[in-house]
């Protein structure tokens, strides 16, 4: 008799997948103010340069850059998504006071 797959592992995983994108979304729209789907360099500095950052705006602009695939001058959800997974690293952590479903969430 064959063994039935294990569905549990898999689906737990998409859920995973499905709450870090929920967050991420979420986090896109604290960026995205004026809620046209891509983040200007104004949006992403009027965050990131908030209370006790450590970034300043050559920074934020330095980051875009980086970050624009595209090169369109701002910063889709695509783009967003690595921009935030390096902003959660050790350095920046902290430090802008977002709030992602009442958690403070580094930034
Ligand atoms: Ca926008
Ligand atoms: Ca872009």
Not at 40 to 69: H, I, M, N, Q, Y
Not at 76 to 99: K, S, Y
């Amino acid at each position: 008799m064959v063994a039935a797959p294990s569905v549990a592992e898999p689906v737990a995983a998409e859920l995973a997948a499905k709450e870090v994108e929920r967050r991420l979304r979420k986090a896109f729209a604290v960026f995205d103010v004026d809620g046209d789907g891509s983040l200007t360099v104004a949006e992403l500095k009027a965050v990131l340069l908030r209370g006790s950052s450590p970034l300043t705006e050559e920074d934020v602009e330095d980051l875009v850059e980086e970050f624009d695939a595209n090169v369109d001058g701002v910063l889709g959800f695509d783009e967003f998504a690595p921009l935030w997974e390096f902003l959660n690293m050790d350095a920046v952590r902290g430090t802008c006071g977002i709030e992602v479903d009442d958690n403070p969430m580094a930034c």
